[in-house]
């Protein structure tokens, strides 16, 4: 059961004023997203094409998702060929039912999860756990997190938010070890639990990073080895995997694994890759290798709505490599928790409101500064900022018909008055010497809707003591 508090995207206005007053929080983000910065450009500095792996890495995506449903089917067609079953589920419940059942039918009491965001997404820990088969988290920092009762914070670093300090304290309470900060030391802890976990496992579940439709192939990236064991030690393996992840061909594989390493961790290549492909290859039937069975779901939970939206489906483009997240101003003072959702950060600013729904996290896309450093690190080069602003209208749009009482008296009144301002010269240079006059009045602005909003939380910009029209006159010698 969480130790935090419960989190919701509508609340992401009071979550990130709350964050704002935790030094620790932005100390500890601080010097984690510094260094993956500095690592991520010594990486890509070393690829004299790195653009050119951007390009196309965004021209198979886009060609992916034109045709999804033609790659995913063959995708499940040719995975269930070599020996994996393969469910399909339209929504998180589905999901969490097929994956229970499929716990249920193998009596499997003792479960095992890798790191995945999808099974994040769809709650599956909490919905395992009504069946009292909670899988234990076997990467480090979900496992982390696990114990301290929270939810990632980070697509790819979920305990970032925490010092070794905390963690040493939260092993301390929950393994009764002697206190300790040191890395090795509690790292050392972490691998003796959780090997007996594995040893005693019944089933192993897993996400997917990339499905191949070619071959019906899973690959899985990380760098500790517990992919590895979760996926090969216990008789059963499921991976829960969004259709968005297929790619057409196993040779589109290489420019991925030279953009996600580098962008995500700004390393070369992760420790380990993973290519499972179903329970029938001649290697795993000489040696023994693998599970006995390989159950693949397919998770839809609203991407398929995405991919038909012309204007937003460049969404399903993303690699889950967390860039946007260590380049955004907004998420490295606040953090992920902030965000309320599972996917924090830029892509998760666009992704949550469209598979949650807008009105589940209306204020996300209006949770940046549009300063691009997300698009600029992209890999696949999604225009976040875009389609930041695509949501923002949406938003608006669906709240046009509300009165003005219910969407605020003063905004409204505002708008009405600047739109008027703004139809006639003469008004618009009145509208502008009043302005002048007010900026001299700090107490005005600081106190009168809505106004005293903007001013609490940024500066006012400051009006030139001269309009452009009156500088520009005495320049040119007669009037204009």
Excluded at 56 to 62: C, G, I, M, S, T
Excluded at 216 to 233: A, F, K, P
Excluded at 427 to 451: N, T, V
């Amino acid at each position: 059961m969480s130790t935090t508090p419960e989190r919701n995207a509508n609340a992401f206005d009071a979550q990130a004023r709350d964050a704002l007053g935790d030094a620790t929080l932005k100390s500890a983000l601080r010097n984690a997203t510094d260094l993956f910065a500095e690592r991520r450009t010594a990486a890509i500095d070393a690829v004299p094409d790195w653009e050119a792996l951007r390009e196309h890495a965004r021209q198979v995506k886009d060609a992916t998702v034109a045709r999804l449903d033609h790659y995913i089917g063959q995708f499940a067609d040719k995975a269930e060929q070599a020996g994996a079953t393969v469910h399909w589920a339209r929504d998180a419940n589905e999901a969490c039912a097929i994956v229970a059942k499929i716990a249920e039918d193998h009596g499997a009491e003792r479960l095992v999860k890798s790191k995945s965001m999808a099974t994040e997404e769809i709650h599956l820990n909490k919905a395992l756990a009504a069946h009292d088969r909670e899988p234990v988290e076997t990467d480090l920092g979900e496992w982390i997190i696990q114990l301290a009762g929270e939810t990632p914070s980070h697509i790819i670093v979920p305990a970032i938010h925490m010092t070794r300090d905390a963690i040493g304290e939260l092993f301390v309470d929950k393994l009764g070890i002697p206190p300790s900060n040191d890395p090795k030391t509690l790292c050392a802890h972490a691998r003796e639990r959780l090997r007996n976990h594995f040893a005693k496992a019944d089933l192993g579940i897993s996400g997917v990073n990339f499905g191949v439709a070619e071959t019906g192939s899973i690959l899985i990236l990380e760098n500790e080895g517990n992919v590895r064991m979760t996926t090969t030690m216990p008789k059963v393996h499921v991976a829960v995997m969004g259709i968005e992840r297929v790619i057409p061909r196993f040779a589109d594989l290489e420019v991925f694994l030279r953009l996600l390493p580098r962008s995500g961790t700004g390393q070369h290549l992760t420790t380990y890759q993973s290519i499972l492909t179903g329970t029938d290859s001649p290697k795993q039937r000489r040696c023994g290798q693998g599970p006995e069975e390989l159950h693949i779901v397919l998770l839809d939970n609203g991407r398929s709505k995405i991919a038909v939206d012309e204007k937003m489906r460049e969404t399903l483009a993303c690699i889950r490599c967390g860039a946007c997240l260590n380049a955004c101003p907004v998420y490295q003072t606040i953090g992920g928790h902030a965000y309320g959702s599972v996917y924090p950060g830029p892509i998760g600013a666009i992704l949550t409101p469209q598979l949650a729904g807008m009105h589940e996290a209306k204020p996300l896309p209006f949770a940046s500064t549009l300063c691009g450093a997300c698009k600029d690190v992209c890999p696949v080069k999604i225009d976040i900022p875009s389609l930041l602003l695509e949501l923002r209208q949406r938003a608006v749009e669906g709240t046009a018909t509300e009165s003005p009482a219910k969407r605020g008296f003063f905004e409204s009144l505002t708008w009405r008055m600047w739109s008027w301002f703004m139809r006639g010269p003469k008004r618009f240079r009145f509208a502008s010497a009043m302005a002048r006059f007010g900026q001299r009045l700090p107490l005005l602005h600081r106190l009168l809707p809505p106004m005293a909003a903007w001013h609490s939380t940024r500066e006012l910009p400051k009006l030139a003591k001269k309009s452009f029209r009156d500088s520009y006159r005495p320049s040119q010698g007669s009037k204009q």
